[in-house]
């Protein structure tokens, strides 16, 4: 048995049943032995492929993206470029390449990277050497605060802790995670959860809920109406709706949620509905969530492309396969969304 298993069987046997969200946590981001804080999960030999590592382009699309948005609010100076959760850093490192041809920009920026993991610090830094960034573990408004905020968010709201509802004759009830003999398995709470009324649905339906995913676009959301800026989510998810999204993957396939916590990525599909109506009550104007496919054809997927391979023909193929599987194999369960001030207009892409 893992070592995290055994400690979260005995944190079970002591306090009673956690939270799914509370075991993401753990799981993920354990100081010892959670998914993150450990390793470097991604690429053909890691556990997944996300779209900064299937291809320059797609970082190099977004960094133009956000040149854009600053300049069409009067290119103010000094300002923020944050990413939540940066991975490998290639996004970064892509999106600076690109903004290069608007030198005032970066003279501009100061960028700060949130990253609660040290092993991923550690490769962001080399990644991005020569650049001055600045790390925080957790978002937090006042240490970005004072300036216009240009914000990105590749697959990060994902992996925020989510809590999941099942409807039973009693009324909703909490899906936690409790032990029997070392092993961890799904409880339902006894009771039904107070207050919470997410719509008509049948028995056995499954109700998703991410308190920490919201309060975050919500409070993204309160710094651009205050100060300006921009910010990107793209992710995979849905507009709304019932459905068990939970998911553990392990060596680019569908994994146990509960065998081995921290072996595994943890995951569930963004409710972009339950974002945006956060962001509105931040006081952002929300725009999308569209496909990104839509969106990546939109700022010029393809005439990028047709310059790389002009650049780099023994790549044609490979080129090629990139934008399929940006376009058309990731195209519409991943989606982008923008947030923006109150007076702004809609952004390119959308
Ligand atoms: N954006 C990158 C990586 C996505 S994986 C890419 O597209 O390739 C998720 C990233 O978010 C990892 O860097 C992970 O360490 C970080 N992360 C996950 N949960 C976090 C949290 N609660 N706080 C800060 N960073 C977190």
Redesign the pocket.
């Given at each position: 048995m893992s070592g995290l298993k055994s400690r979260i069987a005995k944190l079970i046997a002591a306090d009673g049943p956690i939270s799914i969200a509370q075991f993401m946590t753990i799981a993920?981001?354990d100081s010892h032995d959670g998914y993150?804080a450990t390793r470097d999960?991604?690429g053909a030999r890691g556990d997944f492929i996300?779209?900064?590592?299937v291809s320059q382009m797609f970082g190099e699309l977004i960094g133009l993206w956000l040149v854009q948005c600053w300049r069409e609010q009067g290119s103010p100076s000094p300002a923020r470029l944050v990413?939540?959760?940066?991975?490998?850093g290639?996004?970064m490192a892509d999106a600076l390449r690109a903004a290069r041809i608007v030198p005032e920009f970066l003279d501009a920026i100061e960028i700060v990277l949130?990253?609660?993991?040290p092993a991923?610090r550690e490769i962001q830094r080399e990644r991005l050497s020569g650049q001055k960034i600045k790390w925080i573990?957790?978002f937090d408004s006042e240490t970005l605060s004072g300036r216009s905020l240009f914000l990105i968010?590749?697959?990060?709201f994902d992996?925020?802790p989510i809590r999941q509802y099942v409807m039973t004759e009693r009324g909703w009830c909490e899906r936690m995670v409790t032990a029997r003999d070392g092993e961890l398995e799904f409880v339902l709470a006894p009771v039904a959860a107070a207050g919470l009324d997410p719509g008509k649905a049948e028995i056995g339906a499954v109700y998703e809920t991410s308190p920490a995913s919201n309060a975050l676009a919500e409070e993204i959301a309160r710094a651009i109406a205050a100060q300006g800026g921009a910010a990107l989510i793209v992710d995979y998810g849905h507009n709304g709706g019932f459905g068990d999204t939970l998911q553990a993957v392990a060596k680019h396939k569908y994994a146990s949620i509960l065998d081995a916590p921290g072996e595994a990525d943890l995951s569930a599909h963004v409710d972009f509905a339950a974002l945006a109506a956060a962001a509105r009550r931040g006081g952002a104007k929300v725009f999308g969530p569209i496909g990104q496919g839509s969106f990546l054809t939109a700022l010029g997927l393809k005439e990028r492309a047709r310059r790389l391979i002009l650049d780099n023909p023994d790549e044609t193929k490979a080129i090629e396969a990139a934008i399929d599987r940006l376009t058309a194999g990731m195209g519409t369960l991943f989606k982008a969304m923008a947030l923006l001030p109150q007076g702004a207009g809609k952004p390119a892409g959308f």
């Open positions: 993920l981001h993150y999960p991604f996300t779209a900064p590592e990413e939540l959760g940066p991975g490998r290639t996004l949130v990253e609660a993991s991923l573990d957790h968010a590749n697959e990060f992996a925020l």
